[in-house]
C-alpha cells in the first residue's frame, strides 16, 4: 500500500511539471500573439488600421479619397469594416493558437 501512495505522489509530481510547462507555454503563446500586429482593411484599401494581438490600436491610415464631407456616414462605415477586418484576423489567429491548449475542455 506504501509504494503505491508512493507511486501515486510521483504521478502527481510529473502531472504537475506537465501543467507547468504547459502553462509557460501558454504564457510564451500569448505575449507572442499580443505583440502581433494584424492589419484590417475595409473595401479597395480606403482605410487601413493596425491591432496588437491583444486589441489595441496601434495605427489608422485614411485614403484621401474616402474623405467627403458630403458624406461622412461612408468614412464611418469603412473605418467599421477595417476595425471589423482587423479583429476577425486576432480572433482567428487566437482560436488556431491558443485552441490547442483548450481543445476538449468542456465549457472552453
Not at 509504494?3 to 507555454?25: F, I, L, P
Not at 493596425?50 to 458630403?70: L, Q, R, S
Not at 485552441?99 to 476538449?104: D, V
Given at each position: 500500500?506504501?509504494?503505491?501512495?508512493?507511486?501515486?505522489?510521483?504521478?502527481?509530481?510529473?502531472?504537475?511539471?506537465?501543467?507547468?510547462?504547459?502553462?509557460?507555454?501558454?504564457?510564451?503563446?500569448?505575449?507572442?500573439?499580443?505583440e502581433t500586429?494584424?492589419?484590417?482593411?475595409?473595401?479597395?484599401?480606403?482605410?487601413?488600421?493596425?491591432?496588437?494581438?491583444?486589441?489595441?490600436?496601434?495605427?489608422?491610415?485614411?485614403?484621401?479619397?474616402?474623405?467627403?464631407?458630403?458624406?461622412?456616414?461612408?468614412?464611418?462605415?469603412?473605418?467599421?469594416?477595417?476595425?471589423?477586418?482587423?479583429?476577425?484576423?486576432?480572433?482567428?489567429?487566437?482560436?488556431?493558437?491558443?485552441?490547442?491548449?483548450?481543445?476538449?475542455?468542456?465549457?472552453?
Open positions: 500500500m506504501v509504494m503505491t501512495m508512493r507511486g501515486g505522489m510521483g504521478n502527481m509530481q510529473n502531472m504537475m511539471r506537465q501543467v507547468q510547462k504547459m502553462q509557460k507555454q501558454v504564457t510564451e503563446e500569448q505575449e507572442r500573439l499580443n500586429e494584424f492589419i484590417g482593411v475595409a473595401p479597395d484599401d480606403m482605410v487601413k488600421v493596425t491591432f496588437t494581438g491583444n486589441h489595441k490600436m496601434k495605427d489608422i491610415v485614411i485614403n484621401p479619397e474616402a474623405i467627403d464631407e458630403d458624406d461622412p456616414d461612408m468614412l464611418q462605415d469603412l473605418v467599421v469594416a477595417a476595425v471589423n477586418d482587423a479583429m476577425s484576423k486576432i480572433d482567428s489567429e487566437t482560436n488556431k493558437t491558443m485552441g490547442k491548449y483548450t481543445k476538449g475542455i468542456p465549457g472552453l
